[in-house]
């Protein structure tokens, strides 16, 4: 043990991720005094204080045969015992002869640890890697042969989480050295990765010396492949600047250019205001992206890309093309090809230069919701009022184009509220929408947003199975192929893939949620109370024709609901005033068109009277009004109405009136 002899101070290792800590509690230790015990332990003959005080019990229950020895010789006679009550026991734990210093007080730190394990509290040393070793020794020495003492330790490790080194760089070279000397896969693995994020600080410890040299090389090599994909992540994400999209947008006009460059500004005013510089300042020259810094960007991201993607499409897989960059086609959920225009074709195409660049897999759902295309207004000469009118006019319309083009309305509470998402909402709506095409817009951004999170995924997601992660900044993502050395051909870990990222794991998220939320009973169930609304509130009079008028009966839902009724039409019926249902879109009489759908208002009677009756007529089966009659709202469209007068509705019904009233001249003087 080569770290042995250059340390100095005994520590203490908590567990359960607290730090260590100096201790110097070797002649008394509070930790394992139990005023309840019988038995007290001794570092020797010659020492006058007992340093232990435990259940003779607990040496029973080990059936060690060399304990057990010491335990009935070290038997109180009972006038020896009187000044100590309950004290029945004392055991002499002498370490061998012709030992130095260092190995005296390494046997009794062993000793001591000895019974920590036995009660299952912390364990002390001088370094992690010492300790495991004595401790396992005596373990062998003490327990009975047929015992599996790694398995013991194991089990002792995990109870009082000395297996979480998270920000503990000698603990976590300690248990990779232990475990390389048991074959202990899970310790390795926890170690391995969290000594490959400090690799800074486990290098230079003197602990790393009990490290063998095929586990230092893959540290190495680890942490070199590990600082590649750092640097190239950073470097992109400090301008949120990426060749593949900057080299498609060279055709493209000056406005759709300056779109993206107001949203990759937009970005990083974000997280000025976040971190107070972008990118982040560290107190020492290095690399200022780190793990913490990752998952904000991976949150804000993730709650991005469920706002804007487009749920229902996605890459046609049925489509074997062994050539992925011309694999160019999308699927929705109908399993339909998906339609796509010139400036979609140009940003899959980034898409895929970017994945085949990175050599990465393609994110499955890559499609955002796109609104529709707003054409720039004309430049012509009016008037300063009326331009402004014009302008404002356009706002809205943008503004309701993106706000109808997201799934604002699925998302969940996590990203509803996420700080980048709101900013992101207020800044489309903002972003000069009297110039740019909110379509052009969107998919520019999109471009910006789907690169991120490409370049996130490779540095985001940590090793699967880790016990331990904790807040650390360093990143748990270290490769593993061809590891532990002392199996390098069997593939015993999983490696840390870009398919655990959101992006990869949301549709199944999206398919769970839907199923679990919104089932077919209460869609029914829904639907049912909607119709009943609808048919007992009338739709608004299109004319007063004196035309002849068509109806549907107004019969209530049963409580069955109202789709197994509907979908039970009969074909052909006839669309007459006496129809119980009415029939589907493919059978109405074509004769019926919208001047004959209408509902008559009588100028005698005032609103609320109109109202009331056709309420009860239409909800009432036994008050059937032949006036009054409502027109469920999914049946509008089939009846024909396909336009409204352009007339202004009354206030309320009544006889026509003349709105434009000619006051009589007064007679000239």
């Known amino acids: 043990m080569k770290g042995l002899e250059q340390a100095v101070n005994i520590k203490l290792w908590p567990g359960n991720g607290e730090p260590a800590k100096a201790w110097g509690k070797l002649k008394q230790d509070p930790e394992l005094w139990d005023d309840s015990g019988d038995t007290l332990v001794f570092f020797g003959q010659n020492r006058p204080e007992p340093s232990f005080r435990i259940k003779s019990s607990l040496i029973r229950e080990i059936k060690s045969p060399a304990l057990e020895d010491m335990l009935y010789n070290g038997t109180l006679k009972r006038r020896e015992s009187a000044n100590t009550v309950d004290v029945v026991y004392k055991i002499f734990m002498t370490p061998p002869a012709k030992h130095d210093k260092v190995d005296v007080l390494r046997h009794h730190i062993t000793t001591r640890n000895f019974f920590a394990f036995l009660r299952r509290q912390p364990l002390v040393g001088f370094t992690f890697y010492q300790a495991l070793v004595d401790l396992h020794e005596r373990l062998e020495e003490c327990l009975p042969p047929t015992t599996d003492c790694a398995g013991a330790l194991k089990a002792y490790l995990v109870t009082i989480g000395l297996v979480n080194v998270c920000n503990e760089p000698r603990a976590a070279a300690g248990l990779l050295a232990w475990s390389e000397d048991v074959r202990w896969n899970e310790g390795w693995r926890e170690a391995f990765v969290h000594s490959v994020g400090m690799y800074e600080q486990v290098s230079e410890l003197q602990e790393c010396a009990d490290v063998s040299l095929p586990t230092k090389s893959h540290l190495d090599r680890a942490h070199l492949e590990l600082q590649a994909r750092i640097h190239e992540a950073q470097d992109s994400l400090a301008t949120f600047y990426f060749d593949d999209a900057h080299f498609s947008q060279e055709d493209m006009s000056p406005t759709v250019r300056a779109a993206s460059d107001r949203f990759r500004r937009f970005l990083r005013q974000f997280y000025e205001k976040v971190y107070h510089a972008w990118p982040v300042k560290k107190g020492q020259p290095g690399l200022w992206l780190d793990r913490t810094i990752v998952n904000r960007l991976q949150q804000d991201f993730n709650a991005l890309y ?364």
């Open 306 to 669: 469920e706002y804007g993607v487009d749920r229902n499409v996605s890459w046609n897989e049925d489509i074997d093309i062994d050539d992925r960059s011309k694999r160019y086609l999308l699927k929705s959920v109908d399993s339909q090809n998906f339609g796509l225009d010139a400036e979609d074709f140009r940003m899959l195409g980034v898409f895929q230069n970017l994945d085949c660049r990175l050599n990465v897999a393609d994110m499955p759902y890559p499609y955002p919701l796109l609104p529709k295309s707003i054409s720039p207004p004309i430049q012509s000469k009016k008037s300063v009022f009326r331009g402004k009118k014009q302008d404002k006019g356009r706002e809205s319309r943008v503004a309701h184009a993106y706000a109808e083009s997201s799934n604002a309305s699925l998302l969940s509470r996590e990203y509803a509220e996420n700080d980048l998402t709101k900013a992101f909402v207020q800044f489309e709506k903002a972003d000069q929408p009297d110039e740019v095409d909110p379509r052009e817009a969107r998919r520019e951004r999109w471009i910006i947003i789907y690169s991120i999170l490409q370049i996130l995924a490779g540095i985001s997601v940590d090793v699967p199975q880790l016990s331990f992660k904790g807040d650390v900044s360093y990143f748990l993502n270290a490769r593993l192929q061809g590891l532990p050395p002392w199996n390098p051909t069997e593939k015993i870990y999983m490696e840390a893939s870009r398919e655990q990222s959101h992006c990869w794991t949301a549709p199944k998220m999206w398919a769970n949620r839907d199923h679990g939320n919104w089932t077919s009973s209460k869609r029914s169930q829904s639907d049912a109370k909607s119709e009943r609304i609808y048919e007992s509130r009338p739709l608004s009079p299109e004319s007063h024709s004196s035309a002849s008028f068509a109806f549907f009966d107004s019969t209530p839902p049963t409580p069955t609901g109202d789709f197994e009724a509907d979908d039970g039409l009969q074909r052909g019926s006839s669309f007459t005033e006496e129809s119980t249902w009415a029939p589907s879109q493919g059978d109405y009489d074509s004769s019926v068109t919208g001047s004959s759908i209408g509902y008559p208002l009588s100028s005698s009677r005032g609103y609320e009277s109109s109202t009331t009756s056709m309420t009860e007529g239409s909800m009432n089966p036994d008050r059937q009004s032949s006036e009054y009659r409502a027109v469920p709202a999914k049946y509008a469209a089939v009846t024909g109405i396909s336009q409204y007068n352009k007339r202004p509705l009354p206030l309320r019904p009544g006889p026509p009136t003349n709105r434009y009233v000619e006051f009589p001249k007064p007679p000239r003087r």
